[in-house]
Structures are given as C-alpha cells and as structure tokens.
C-alpha cells in the first residue's frame, strides 16, 4: 500500500483546516531603512554598533515587517526609548490592546473565507508571547467576535515561535473529539513587549531588532467538511519533542522593563543535529529506504534564515522545497507564533499556481513544524488537498 493510499485509509475523521486568515498592524517597515530609523528613535549614535545592525539586516534576508510600534506611541511613551526605566506597565496596557485588535481582524478574515457564522464556532484556541492579563486575551477575543458564552476557551501563552503549531496540534486533537466541532485558532504578536534601545551591554538584542515581526493569523479547524466549508489540509499525526538541557538555548524572561530574549547561537546547529530523528518518528511506517525526503511539501517555521540553511542541508532538499517558508520570513520576518499561517498561505498559493499552469500542483504529502523554547520541537504530518 502506497503511503498516498494509508493516509487516505486512516483520513476517516481527521481534523482539517478549513480557512485561514491573517492581520497587520498599519506600520510597514521596509528593511533598507529600519536602521536609521532605529538609532533616530531611541537617540543612539554608537556607530559599531550601527554596523553591527546594518549587517544583521542583511543576513536575515528579510524585506519588509509590519510593526505596532509607531512615532506616535513613542511621543506618548518617550520612555520605551531609554534605558533602566520600568516600563512593563506601559508596554502591557499596548500590546494588550494591540494583539486583540489584530487577532479580532486576522478570525474575521478567517471566518469570512470559512463561509459559515459565527454561531458555528465552539472552541477558541488562544495562542499570544506579547500580552499578560486576567482575564486573558482569549475573553477579549471571544467578545470582539462575538462568540457564544458557552464557546469553549484554551488559552496558550509564551509558547515562542512554536506557538502556531502547538496551538495547531491542540486545535486537531479537540476538533477530532467533539464531533461536529469547530475550533477558531487564533495567534497574535507584538515585539514592542521586547523593544529597547540599542546597547553595548545586550548585542543579542540588535538579531530581533533585524528579524521579527507583528501580526496575526487565524485558521478554522473541523472534522468532516459539511456545506460551504472547502478543506485545505488534512491533519495526521501530531507529535512534540522537548531536548532536555536545553532550557537556556532560547531564553526570555519578563522583567520590569519588558520581555528580554537571549538566542544561543547554537540553536540551528541544535535543530540540524535533532531534526531528522524528529521527522523520521513523526512518518513513523511511512519512512522506508526508497523514501526521498524532496517527495514532501514542507511548511517550516522560518525561525531564521541559518534554521532553514540547515534544514535545508540535513535532509538534502531542492531549494524550491523551503521557498514558502523563505518568502514568508522575507514578507513578514519572523513574527513567532502567527508565521506559519503565512508559510501555509504561501504553499496553497504555490499549489494553485502549479495547477494554473496545467500542472501537478505538488507533493501531497508533507510536514508542518517549528521549533520554540525548551528546545521544543513541534510536528504534524498533513496532507495537502489543494493539489
């Protein structure tokens, strides 16, 4: 039996993603200008460090982003600008108004391509790094939508940039245990939780100044398709992985002056050296020796380019196979959570555009993973239905 023909055996019952749907604050940078900009804003003139940043921006290989940070929040918040103040108060009262505002656009978005109501909804799955309050963004949400009091909430926080996937893997195991359910996922981010100003002290600082992103993303996940909904992917096993001893590879903390990230260095050669191992149990019966890995469609979190150079290296891929991944890190930069919504969005438009052409639209077959604090490794296999 053809891998092709034991997925679609054991497809009976399994969870979909119906739509997707993504937001953006109004704030595009553009790559080439962020720089100045930067070192205007926060009144830095170290000029080392000005190259240093000048080179990051090149490496990371990301064009444009779209960010909450504004120069009217900086006229109203001068202080987010210097160094040493206490300003988790200030920054919390913004991206909790902010990531809820996105997240409300990216599920009306979402819900408007489902094509059903609203009423349909039963589940909210919430997944945010930027925001810390009680009640939590998912009330906000769910109150922003409209959603029924007795839509049943989980609210995922500080996840990192496994926090799509993590939120992705949940939203399958409840849509595929309350039949007829269906589970609004929702992620939302903001790096002014994070934002400081350049300094001598933290050069770390100065990578996701160069990389991330805001934004939002949203799905729809439900079991067996019914009237207007058109499934775009079908989700199989779904698997997580931690690596112990690594919980200090990827570091943040919440201090008084905002979230503070540190990136070991050695966090891409640590994905290389783990990540065929991971994928391997993740295709479990499906690997055989015959298998070529370029027979998979692949939807990587684009935690950065080095994690995809490596991925890419490991398993020997075509570079065409991470181009989904690679455009979105170009479009949005690494915007945590919310991004692999975009590299999703970017695979079916690829498909299409095959099929356009009059031709195959592509591996049917393929992985979706991303990889946050722990380390953690997230994984679900899944199957393309756009092709």
Known sequence: M????????????????????????????????????????????????????????????VKTRYVV????????????????????????????????QMAIEASESCIKKWGRPVSDITHLVYVSSSEARLPGGDIY???????????????????????????????????????????????????IIGYKPPSVKRPYDLVGVALFGDGAGAMIIGSKPTGPESPLFELHTAIQNFLPNTE??????LTEEGISFKLDRELPEIIEE???????????????????YNDLFWAVHPG????????????????????ASRRALADYGN????????????????????KNEGKDGGPDLGLILAFGPGVTFEGILTRNLIV
Request: net charge positive; glycine share 8%.
């Open 304 to 323: 950065g380019p080095a994690i995809l150079n490596r991925i890419e290296k490991k398993f020997d891929l075509w570079p065409e196979k991470l181009s």
């Open 141 to 191: 949400l769910a109150k922003g939508l409209g959603l029924s009091p007795d839509t049943n909430r989980v609210m995922l926080y500080f996840s990192g940039c496994s926090g799509g996937v993590v939120g992705l893997r949940v939203a399958k195991d409840i849509a595929e245990n309350n039949p007829g359910s269906r589970v609004l996922l929702a992620t939302s981010e903001t790096t």
């Open 274 to 292: 783990n990540v065929k191992g991971f994928c391997d149990k993740l295709l479990n019966k499906l690997v055989n020796d015959d298998m070529d």
């Open 2 to 61: 053809s891998r092709k023909e034991i997925l679609m055996k054991n497809g009976v019952g399994k969870a979909n993603i119906l739509a997707l749907g993504k937001a953006f604050p109004h704030q595009l940078v553009m790559q080439d200008l962020l720089v100045d900009g930067y070192f205007k804003d926060t009144n830095c003139d170290d000029p080392e460090l000005k190259r240093k940043l000048t080179r990051l921006c090149k490496t990371t290989t």
């Open 248 to 253: 200090k590879v990827i570091d943040g903390r």
């Open 69 to 100: 940070m504004s120069q009217e929040i900086l006229k109203k918040y001068p202080e987010l600008a210097l160094e040493g103040h206490p300003t988790v108060k200030q920054r919390l009262d913004i991206c909790n108004k902010a990531v809820t």
């Open 335 to 354: 915007a945590s959570s919310n991004t692999i919504v975009y590299v999703l969005e970017y695979l079916i438009e690829e498909s299409l555009k095959r």
